[in-house]
């Protein structure tokens, strides 16, 4: 069992089980398809999860500006799914036909330049990942080269956050402005509104996740995984270990740039339209609650936060739209104050324990071979 | 400047370094020579400069103005992680090791390959890496503490820990702030076994206050005052100094 003993540890290969049990079989068999699109909405926030395990669990470098990567993978998203809704047949009442609605109403007549590539799916793939990742890359390397970090670093990141928004609000012509993208009907031809291309976007959204709950993985467990945490602690110590601190930041930074635009781009799909309400500071706040929730430390813990933070809002905010922001608040500070490591941590501290002991009590063979390597609970076998 | 000057076998050169904050300086117009293989002492009472000379030469604090020469580079213009690439290794005051790792990743952390971000993502722990982790732990008594979270080893064994990372490192010249302070009789006497079984082959600059241990190891002391060189040479010269007697020694 090489994945067993090397890729993933024992809890790690249950969380994993866990959780593709949960999201390929589970959900998909119990809930209608209204239902299933909220859980792809939901779980677009645990791809901003997972980059921010890396980023501030393993990293230390909290960002609240996620909301900007995340906006920036939608919009080019959308920017492609409104230019292909767009054809010259389904605008022409417009005075300029082929060009998107909202330009068309702010008396713009030619498409801007900065849309020209969204023509083609392969360079909005690319934009998704680049565009996100260089800006990251700038913005990481003008403040990690100067050593700014932590509280000062947060602060700027929401200044970004509000600056982005500030700046799509206001080119309504070319952003379609406060209101966003709407009316996103294909993608290469093919109706993304139906109820069974939800479906299909749905699992393609849980492939792509897994996909970046491994290459996280992947990472943690590199020796770059290692030295984020000796940098979290000792960043000096790391810097006289010959490396460059600054560097390793900036790529933790850029990773969960990343990871958080793939988010955005899969909103755009499952959700259908992009607006700036999702790029601000507030939501960029709500996803750091949501990995904070589940767990900064723990890959599967930003996954489950996501959705069950979602879960209650949805919940929530459907019988008592007044409560919900108190709730979420009420919610950050119990897991600061109480659950640091939030629910993964209790799972660890509490949960698995008990497991443990309910296995090695049940089936002692097994569980013996299982315990072989680590030290374990050490709980007696009869 | 004054590089021409200075003869091939100096392996450090520091010349006229001063550092100044806000006015006051901490080092003054300092210049002293450390020779490939030399074990040279730092002393000096609380304040003088002697941690800051360290920070200067590791890149930590840069100098207001004067130059640092390892190996005939200009030290004073490079990032500290260059300046640890070209052979300079620094242990602090405190013990600063990653506590949420095994003494091994520890260890293996401060393994010089591997040190770029893409270097680090293709990093293999190969047979090579584990043979010398392994050699290292041996020396630092740490062997059978290898999977032991740094969290858990006492003051001593961090300190011998850190050692450790710097040894791997295999660095020329070998800066070491207080190496035996704190720790317990017993650990201080394996330490002192321990330093001077590391500073053969390569050059050290240590910082220490106590005596004993200095006039053990030391070829050649260097006594700071103020920031600036009260007195050099060997431990009999510098011992029977009055200036350092009146200032230092005789407290």
Same mark, same amino acid.
């Not at chain 1, 996103?184 to 792509?208: C, N, Q």
């Not at chain 2, 990032?79 to 690439?85: A, C, P, S």
């Not at chain 2, 722990?125 to 041996?138: I, L, P, S, T």
């Given at each position: 069992?090489?994945?067993?003993?090397?890729?993933?540890?024992?809890?790690?290969?249950?969380?994993?089980?866990?959780?593709?049990?949960?999201?390929?079989?589970?959900?998909?068999?119990?809930?209608?398809?209204?239902?299933?699109?909220?859980?792809?909405?939901?779980?677009?926030?645990?791809?901003?999860?997972?980059?921010?395990?890396?980023?501030?669990?393993?990293?230390?470098?909290?960002?609240?500006?996620?909301?900007?990567?995340?906006?920036?993978?939608?919009?080019?998203?959308?920017?492609?799914?409104?230019?292909?809704?767009?054809?010259?047949?389904?605008?022409?009442?417009?005075?300029?036909?082929?060009?998107?609605?909202?330009?068309?109403?702010?008396?713009?007549?030619?498409?801007?330049?900065?849309?020209?590539?969204?023509?083609?799916?392969?360079?909005?793939?690319?934009?998704?990942?680049?565009?996100?990742?260089?800006?990251?890359?700038?913005?990481?390397?003008?403040?990690?080269?100067?050593?700014?970090?932590?509280?000062?670093?947060?602060?700027?990141?929401?200044?970004?956050?509000?600056?982005?928004?500030?700046?799509?609000?206001?080119?309504?012509?070319?952003?379609?402005?406060?209101?966003?993208?709407?009316?996103?009907?294909?993608?290469?031809?093919?109706?993304?509104?139906?109820?069974?291309?939800?479906?299909?976007?749905?699992?393609?959204?849980?492939?792509?996740?897994?996909?970046?709950?491994?290459?996280?993985?992947?990472?943690?467990?590199?020796?770059?995984?290692?030295?984020?945490?000796?940098?979290?602690?000792?960043?000096?110590?790391?810097?006289?270990?010959?490396?460059?601190?600054?560097?390793?930041?900036?790529?933790?930074?850029?990773?969960?740039?990343?990871?958080?635009?793939?988010?955005?781009?899969?909103?755009?799909?499952?959700?259908?339209?992009?607006?700036?309400?999702?790029?601000?500071?507030?939501?960029?706040?709500?996803?750091?609650?949501?990995?904070?929730?589940?767990?900064?430390?723990?890959?599967?813990?930003?996954?489950?936060?996501?959705?069950?933070?979602?879960?209650?809002?949805?919940?929530?905010?459907?019988?008592?739209?007044?409560?919900?922001?108190?709730?979420?608040?009420?919610?950050?500070?119990?897991?600061?104050?109480?659950?640091?490591?939030?629910?993964?941590?209790?799972?660890?501290?509490?949960?698995?324990?008990?497991?443990?002991?309910?296995?090695?009590?049940?089936?002692?063979?097994?569980?013996?071979?299982?315990?072989?390597?680590?030290?374990?609970?050490?709980?007696?076998?009869? | =400047?004054?590089?021409?000057?200075?003869?091939?076998?100096?392996?450090?050169?520091?010349?006229?370094?001063?550092?100044?904050?806000?006015?006051?300086?901490?080092?003054?117009?300092?210049?002293?020579?450390?020779?490939?293989?030399?074990?040279?002492?730092? $002393?000096?009472?609380?304040?003088?400069?002697?941690?800051?000379?360290?920070?200067?030469?590791?890149?930590?604090?840069?100098?207001?103005?004067?130059?640092?020469?390892?190996?005939?580079?200009?030290?004073?213009? =490079?990032?500290?992680?260059?300046?640890?690439?070209?052979?300079?290794?620094?242990?602090?005051?405190?013990?600063?090791?990653?506590?949420?790792?095994?003494?091994?990743?520890?260890?293996?952390?401060?393994?010089?390959?591997?040190?770029?971000?893409?270097?680090?993502?293709?990093?293999?722990?190969?047979?090579?890496?584990?043979?010398?982790?392994?050699?290292?732990?041996?020396?630092?008594?740490?062997?059978?503490?290898?999977?032991?979270?740094?969290?858990?080893?006492?003051?001593?064994?961090?300190?011998?820990?850190?050692?450790?990372?710097?040894? $791997?490192?295999?660095?020329?010249?070998?800066?070491?702030?207080?190496?035996?302070?704190? =720790?317990?009789?017993?650990?201080?006497?394996?330490?002192?076994?321990?330093?001077?079984? $590391?500073?053969?082959?390569?050059?050290?600059?240590?910082?220490?206050?106590?005596?004993?241990?200095?006039?053990?190891?030391?070829?050649?002391?260097?006594?700071?005052?103020?920031?600036? $060189?009260?007195?050099?040479?060997? =431990?009999?010269?510098?011992?029977?100094?009055?200036?350092?007697?009146?200032?230092?020694?005789?407290?």
């Amino acid at each position: 069992m090489i994945i067993n003993s090397r890729f993933f540890n024992r809890s790690e290969l249950i969380g994993f089980v866990a959780l593709a049990a949960l999201l390929f079989v589970i959900l998909p068999l119990s809930l209608d398809v209204f239902r299933l699109n909220l859980v792809a909405k939901y779980l677009t926030y645990a791809f901003v999860g997972i980059g921010l395990v890396l980023c501030w669990g393993y990293g230390g470098i909290l960002s609240l500006g996620q909301g900007v990567f995340f906006g920036l993978g939608g919009y080019c998203m959308a920017m492609f799914l409104k230019l292909e809704a767009s054809s010259v047949e389904n605008t022409k009442i417009q005075s300029t036909p082929g060009i998107p609605d909202f330009m068309d109403w702010n008396q713009i007549t030619s498409l801007p330049l900065f849309w020209q590539p969204f023509h083609s799916l392969t360079l909005t793939i690319l934009a998704i990942i680049l565009v996100p990742g260089l800006f990251a890359l700038i913005i990481g390397t003008a403040m990690f080269k100067r050593r700014v970090g932590g509280t000062y670093f947060a602060i700027i990141t929401q200044a970004v956050a509000a600056i982005l928004t500030i700046l799509i609000v206001g080119q309504q012509g070319y952003t379609g402005g406060i209101n966003g993208m709407t009316d996103l009907r294909t993608l290469k031809g093919w109706d993304i509104r139906p109820d069974h291309a939800k479906v299909m976007l749905y699992f393609f959204e849980v492939f792509l996740l897994f996909g970046c709950i491994l290459l996280a993985q992947f990472i943690r467990l590199t020796k770059l995984g290692r030295i984020l945490v000796a940098m979290r602690e000792q960043e000096d110590r790391v810097r006289f270990s010959g490396y460059s601190v600054a560097n390793f930041k900036i790529f933790a930074f850029c990773m969960a740039a990343i990871f958080a635009a793939i988010g955005g781009a899969m909103f755009a799909l499952n959700v259908g339209f992009m607006s700036p309400s999702f790029v601000g500071i507030v939501p960029s706040i709500e996803m750091v609650i949501y990995t904070a929730v589940g767990g900064r430390m723990s890959i599967f813990g930003a996954v489950w936060g996501s959705l069950l933070v979602n879960v209650a809002k949805t919940g929530l905010s459907e019988s008592f739209p007044q409560l919900w922001l108190f709730g979420l608040g009420g919610l950050f500070i119990a897991v600061v104050l109480a659950f640091p490591n939030g629910l993964s941590g209790i799972w660890a501290d509490y949960v698995q324990p008990r497991i443990d002991r309910l296995l090695t009590w049940r089936k002692p063979k097994p569980a013996k071979a299982w315990t072989d390597g680590s030290v374990a609970d050490g709980a007696p076998a009869e | =400047m004054l590089i021409g000057h200075q003869p091939k076998e100096f392996l450090l050169a520091v010349e006229a370094l001063t550092v100044s904050f806000d006015g006051f300086k901490a080092v003054n117009d300092l210049s002293f020579y450390v020779e490939e293989n030399e074990i040279r002492v730092i $002393i000096g009472p609380n304040g003088a400069g002697k941690t800051t000379v360290l920070d200067l030469i590791c890149g930590k604090t840069k100098a207001t103005s004067g130059s640092i020469q390892f190996r005939g580079q200009e030290l004073t213009r =490079m990032k500290e992680n260059q300046i640890v690439q070209t052979g300079v290794g620094r242990k602090f005051q405190t013990p600063s090791v990653f506590v949420d790792l095994t003494v091994f990743e520890n260890l293996e952390i401060s393994y010089p390959r591997g040190r770029t971000v893409f270097g680090s993502l293709a990093f293999q722990r190969d047979a090579a890496v584990r043979d010398r982790v392994e050699e290292v732990a041996e020396m630092i008594f740490l062997k059978d503490r290898l999977d032991t979270y740094a969290d858990e080893l006492s003051h001593g064994q961090k300190q011998w820990l850190e050692i450790g990372m710097l040894l $791997i490192q295999d660095p020329d010249l070998l800066m070491l702030d207080e190496p035996v302070a704190g =720790m317990s009789v017993s650990e201080r006497a394996k330490t002192a076994e321990l330093l001077n079984r $590391i500073i053969k082959g390569r050059s050290v600059l240590v910082i220490e206050h106590d005596m004993k241990f200095v006039e053990d190891i030391a070829h050649k002391v260097t006594v700071l005052h103020q920031g600036r $060189i009260l007195s050099e040479g060997t =431990m009999e010269h510098v011992k029977n100094d009055p200036k350092v007697i009146e200032v230092y020694l005789g407290h």
